[in-house]
């Protein structure tokens, strides 16, 4: 789902009082949750809700929620939150609704919380369109290399680094590869709709129907993709499945000058097979993500290979973009309350195929 501007669910207060007010609770640290949260979203929530807890909340870790989850109908967890455990969730026997407002809410759940029935939900749509908004940035100016030109410009070069690593190029009639039709993955074939461009999906649990609606060409192999398209944008979510998938020979199909571009997670990529390509020169790639630490080590090949442009995992949310996240809250809890299906409902089922 796409939301234009502020994605405000419509509500008539006139009509709430119909609704019972929900206890809820804020699981949220303190330095993060007036980062989330902006005050017009937090009287929407209040028109349905009450919180049980106005204090400062240091650390949502798991006294406090064993200590004021005992009659809350509604959490709302994030980064940092301790996780729903057997144990808390003895305590929290009215919880119908969790909704984390981060990225994976796999850190904050535990079987205990599928047992007791509990819906849940994650703002991790909201954080997709920072990372498809940097995504598009950067195939528009890595694509023309702009940050080696830039670089060069300070030693005293002009356009020489335009030829660089295959030379520069622009998208227009460009093949674009998109790896993942998620959240992020969905929300760049909007983006780049804009332009003239042809676009190209690998996603095997994509059907060619859904493909079609989406206005992409689906390929069956990631060895079509990587040989046909100039940019690949890596945007699938990390899991056991997903571990690895990009190797060397893939990076191998690549045409000289192409782009690649990872927001998305390094353990998608062996590391030493892409290193191995990375040291030919061919192509470009922008970084935004290292593993298993971040950020990587200060002899990590990614600081120093010249073809390579890495970013301090920065796409998705550092400032203004995280207050989607509590507007997608607000959205969610509305739609629980007012008994609306829910916009991004995470199940047991689809759990392994999410970040």
């Excluded at 191998?252 to 192409?258: F, I, M, S, V």
């Excluded at 207050?323 to 509305?334: D, K, P, Q, S, W």
């Amino acid at each position: 789902m796409i939301f234009k501007g502020r994605p405000y669910l419509l509500y008539q207060k006139n009509i709430v009082k119909e609704y019972p007010v929900r206890k809820l609770l804020y699981a949220v640290n303190q330095d993060l949750f007036h980062t989330l949260f902006h005050s017009t979203d937090l009287e929407r929530i209040n028109q349905f809700c009450s919180p049980v807890v106005f204090t400062r909340v240091e650390n949502a870790d798991k006294d406090f929620l064993l200590k004021h989850s005992a009659d809350v109908e509604i959490i709302v967890t994030s980064w940092g939150t301790a996780a729903l455990d057997a144990e808390i969730m003895a305590h929290a026997k009215q919880l119908k609704l969790l909704t984390h407002a981060a990225g994976s809410v796999k850190p904050v759940l535990s079987d205990a919380v599928w047992n007791a029935g509990v819906r849940v939900t994650s703002a991790a749509a909201a954080i997709a369109y920072g990372v498809a908004e940097f995504n598009l940035g950067l195939i528009l100016t890595a694509s023309k290399r702009a940050f080696w030109a830039a670089n060069g410009a300070r030693k005293g070069l002009w356009s020489e680094p335009l030829g660089d690593f295959g030379g520069a190029f622009e998208i227009y009639q460009q093949n674009i590869g998109i790896i993942g039709s998620g959240h992020v993955g969905r929300h760049l074939i909007h983006l780049l709709k804009n332009f003239s461009c042809h676009l190209f999906l690998y996603d095997p649990y994509c059907s060619i129907e859904q493909a079609t609606k989406l206005a992409v060409t689906k390929v069956e192999t990631l060895e079509e993709l990587f040989s046909q398209c100039m940019i690949i944008s890596l945007n699938a979510p990390s899991t056991e499945e997903t571990k690895g998938m990009l190797r060397g020979k893939h990076f191998a199909l690549l045409k000289d000058g192409a782009l690649f571009i990872n927001t998305a997670r390094n353990a998608l990529i062996n590391e030493p097979e892409f290193i191995e390509e990375l040291k030919k020169e061919r192509f470009v790639a922008c970084l935004d993500v290292t593993d298993p630490i971040e950020p990587c080590s200060l002899d990590h090949p990614y600081r120093h290979l010249p073809n390579v442009m890495l970013t301090p995992h920065e796409a998705g949310v550092i400032n203004q973009n995280k207050l989607r996240l509590g507007t997608f809250v607000a959205n969610e809890i509305e739609a629980f309350v007012t008994g609306k299906p829910l916009y991004f409902e995470v199940t047991q089922e689809n759990l392994m195929r999410v970040g």
